[in-house]
């Protein structure tokens, strides 16, 4: 009996304790925090849980939420107890800039690291730190190696375009055991990531991975990093996981969650590879091209004669596996809009064939110079790069996410502090804007449903005022080191697709809804989204 009474004693006082702690925790941080005058939602204000849910439980629905919590609270809102997200374009280059002193926000970017257990480039919280890392990669995405190497993308280009002529063509060969409907579409969606993965891999280590060869173009691989990036949202909300990721063996890993196991192989390929490479350079073994493990392993002489710094092979390792998945999804979204929308679209396409067929006779002889002079192309590639057209059956907000980067990257106020809109922010607050938002800001961007390259036309003062509200690629030195690789892949992509067809049309299976995207870091479609795929006009 008095031990019962003991017991509901103390269930009660856990119970008064709880409640009393979970008060001053909610009146602490909605009425005595540093950010409590900021606009913005109480449960918001409360925990980090709302992202999560939009985040995790929705899959990267957070950008569809942001743009109704601005229309409803204004410019700057809370949108977690230490987070602060701004829409105003006029704050971008406060943030993002090349001398910026807002760092990377640790619980945000801390978690990439957790599945490859080691910084990479993308993570690397001082500025300073990342300065050294990334002096070590700029050399070799500079304009002037992307125009040096421009073989590379454009052969991966004319590849691309073998492919999809003789997959239209395949109803000839075999037409008794498959519906000629199955027969003539082409899996463009695959085929564009393939396209992406083989660039890249042949451009930086000269060892392509050759997935346009490949019947499925590779699908395993870009499933894999989706799953990855899938693990850091959980991280990011409960960064105890990180180091239970860390302990728990590779093998029950890919076990428990089955894309891993092909991304833990690939893992091992990119180790193997620096191992050779770091073999050749101790017996002195010169390459046929030298890559960029030669040249961050031993890097060459600067023109001051001096070296710059070495990286330690785990550092190698790491910005390796970063360089080698950032550009799949990214570039592959982006083209694979700009082909919809060409061939979705009479007069674009007519307008755009045209222009590359007057300036190009024979694709073969492309140069990234040449396309980039083309007008209407550039447009077509800007137009891609920033926003796309309302789908009715959605929102607005629900439907316009353009590919890429298009979610918020959070940096840390520095000491000192900072002010966007006349609120003044304490150091350590995080700050974050999104990319997809500066796209579609009014100003910058009438009529933003429309998917118009007249809009990359206009006077020299008009193009000027949108592209300081155009920033696909970030801005600042933290911005994306392959956006030169990144446009070299579009311009020749869209270039040489278009030069050679003018009579594709989108399969009637794929509508727009499945145009959707979610925001995981990088851009995606939805799990129930179909596969982006293509016909010859005449085709069905
Ligand atoms: C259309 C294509 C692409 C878009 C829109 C894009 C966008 C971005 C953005 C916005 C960032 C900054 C992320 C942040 O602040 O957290 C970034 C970083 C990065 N991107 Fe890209 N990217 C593209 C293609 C590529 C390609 C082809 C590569 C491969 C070479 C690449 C490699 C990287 C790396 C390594 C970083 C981290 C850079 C650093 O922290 O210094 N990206 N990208």
Redesign the pocket.
């Known amino acids: 009996m008095i031990l019962a009474t003991a017991s509901d004693n103390w269930q009660l006082c856990t119970a008064v304790f709880l409640v009393l702690w979970l008060g001053y925790v909610v009146v602490r941080r909605r009425y005595f925090h540093p950010l409590s005058k900021v606009p913005g939602p109480l449960l918001w204000s409360l925990s980090s849980l709302p992202i999560l849910y939009h985040q995790a439980l929705r899959e990267g629905k957070l950008i569809h939420v942001l743009p109704k919590l601005h229309e409803r609270y204004g410019p700057i809102i809370r949108i977690s107890p230490n987070e602060i997200h701004l829409n105003d374009p006029a704050n971008y280059d406060k943030i993002?800039n090349v001398l910026s002193k807002f760092t990377?926000d640790p619980s945000f970017?801390g978690p990439i690291e957790g599945p490859v257990r080691t910084p990479?480039?993308?993570?690397?919280i001082s500025n300073e730190a990342?300065r050294a890392?990334?002096s070590a990669?700029n050399p070799f995405?500079s304009r002037r190696s992307v125009l040096d190497l421009e073989t590379v993308v454009r052969s991966k280009s004319l590849l691309f375009c073998e492919i999809l002529s003789s997959a239209l063509s395949k109803d000839e060969i075999d037409l008794e055991h498959e519906s000629k409907d199955k027969k003539k579409a082409f899996n463009a969606h695959g085929a564009i990531r393939a396209f992406?993965t083989d660039?890249?891999t042949e451009?930086?280590y000269a060892n392509c991975w050759n997935f346009l060869d490949e019947e499925d173009f590779g699908a395993w691989y870009p499933r894999a990093i989706r799953a990855v990036q899938t693990m850091f949202v959980w991280f990011q909300t409960f960064p105890r996981l990180i180091p239970v990721f860390g302990w728990v063996p590779d093998r029950v890993n890919m076990l428990l969650f089955p894309p891993f196991r092909k991304w833990f192989e690939s893992l091992d390929v990119i180790r193997n590879f620096i191992k050779e490479v770091r073999r050749e350079i101790d017996d002195e073994v010169k390459p046929e091209r030298r890559t960029i493990f030669h040249d961050l392993i031993d890097p060459p002489l600067e023109s001051t004669g001096k070296k710059r710094q070495k990286l330690s092979d785990e550092a190698v390792f790491a910005?390796a596996v970063?360089?080698?998945g950032?550009?799949?999804e990214?570039?592959?979204?982006?083209?694979e809009r700009a082909i919809y929308e060409v061939i979705s679209n009479p007069v674009i396409y007519k307008t755009l064939v045209k222009e590359l067929r007057d300036a190009f006779p024979d694709a073969e002889n492309m140069t990234l110079m040449a396309l980039e002079a083309l007008p209407y192309l550039s447009a077509v590639i800007k137009e891609s790069?920033s926003q796309f057209p309302l789908l009715k059956k959605f929102p607005p907000t629900e439907s316009r996410i353009n590919?890429?980067?298009p979610g918020h990257?959070p940096?840390v106020v520095p000491p000192g502090g900072a002010t966007f809109n006349n609120i003044s922010l304490p150091p350590g607050t995080v700050v974050s804007m999104s990319?997809w938002l500066m796209h579609h800001d009014p100003v910058a961007f009438p009529n933003p449903e429309t998917f118009d390259p007249n809009r990359w036309l206009g006077s020299e003062d008009e193009v000027r005022d949108r592209e300081r509200c155009l920033?696909?690629?970030?801005r600042g030195?933290?911005?994306?080191?392959?956006?030169n690789?990144?446009?070299s892949?579009?311009y020749f992509l869209i270039g040489t697709v278009f030069c050679r067809f003018d009579d594709l049309e989108v399969h009637p299976d794929f509508g727009k809804e499945d145009l959707e995207m979610v925001e995981l870091?990088?851009g995606y479609r939805p799990r129930k989204a179909r596969k982006f795929r293509v016909v010859r006009n005449g085709g069905e």
């Not at 990479?120 to 690397?124: G, P, Q, R, S």
């Not at 920033?471 to 970030?474: D, N, T």
């Open positions: 993002y990377k970017y990479v480039i993308l993570t690397v990342h890392r990334r990669l995405f992406a660039v890249i451009y930086a910005d970063v360089l080698t950032a550009g799949v990214t570039t592959g979204a982006t083209a790069l590919p890429g980067t990257l940096r990319i920033v696909p690629f970030s030195s933290r911005n994306c080191v392959g956006k690789l990144a446009m892949e579009l870091l990088v």
